[in-house]
T-cell receptor, first 114, second 108 residues
């Protein structure tokens, strides 16, 4: 069974550009999470969905960040406009109801904003 | 709010036993998980304690005491490949909050 799939793996862009990160969760998982990891702040939860519905977006840093989950097999995290401080590794993870402590992470998208 | 505290780094020798502690402050907390992350890789799930006590999975064990807001990960028979960062994570509802991570260095 395929794991969580993220794209792109690496993205280098210039300040002010729009960035879209994509995630395909494990089939059958009903929770999807977006995390951001930096040396300074560690692993931060940005937003999570249950059955495609956003439940908690309190971790989204600013209005420049938005996330969608149009169906059970796809989610996007968009940054517009991007800034150098957004440089980080963005992880998508999924899990099943009843196994909330066990998240399956994708390989991450490493974003560099110049 | 929620916060989890763990040591920033630990060093041990191959074949030894090491314990990584995690204390937390949270409301509505329901369990403690542990994750391993190698440099450049993704966090991978190691264990989950929903109830007090010890859970054992091979060389790794995890313990939780909810009355003490405390847990630990115990790694036995350390191997070089165990050098990685280890995160404790606590949950509320469907949300999982991670500690800052403990970098474990295993020396020959």
């Amino acid at each position: 069974d395929a794991g969580v799939i993220q794209s792109p793996r690496h993205e280098v862009t210039e300040m002010g550009q729009e960035v879209t990160l994509r995630c395909k969760p494990i089939s059958g998982h009903d929770y999807l999470f977006w995390y951001r990891q930096t040396m300074m702040r560690g692993l931060e939860l940005l937003i999570y969905f249950n059955n495609n519905v956003p439940i908690d977006d309190s971790g989204m840093p600013e209005d420049r960040f938005s996330a969608k989950m149009p169906n059970a097999s796809f989610s996007t995290l968009k940054i517009q406009p991007s800034e150098p401080r957004d440089s980080a590794v963005y992880f998508c993870a999924s899990s099943l109801t009843g196994r909330a402590g066990e998240l399956f992470f994708g390989e991450g998208s490493r974003l560099t904003v110049l | 709010g929620q916060s989890l505290e763990q040591p920033s780094e630990v060093t041990a020798v191959e074949g030894a036993i090491v314990q990584i502690n995690c204390t937390y402050q949270t409301s509505g907390f329901y369990g403690l998980s542990w994750y391993q992350q190698h440099d450049g890789g993704a966090p991978t799930f190691l264990s989950y304690n929903a109830l007090d006590g010890l859970e054992e999975t091979g060389r790794f064990s995890s313990f939780l005491s909810r009355s003490d807001s405390y847990g630990y990960l115990l790694l036995q028979e350390l191997q070089m490949k165990d050098s990685a960062s280890y995160f404790c994570a606590g949950g509320q509802g469907g949300k999982l909050i991670f500690g800052q991570g403990t970098e474990l260095s295993v020396k020959p």
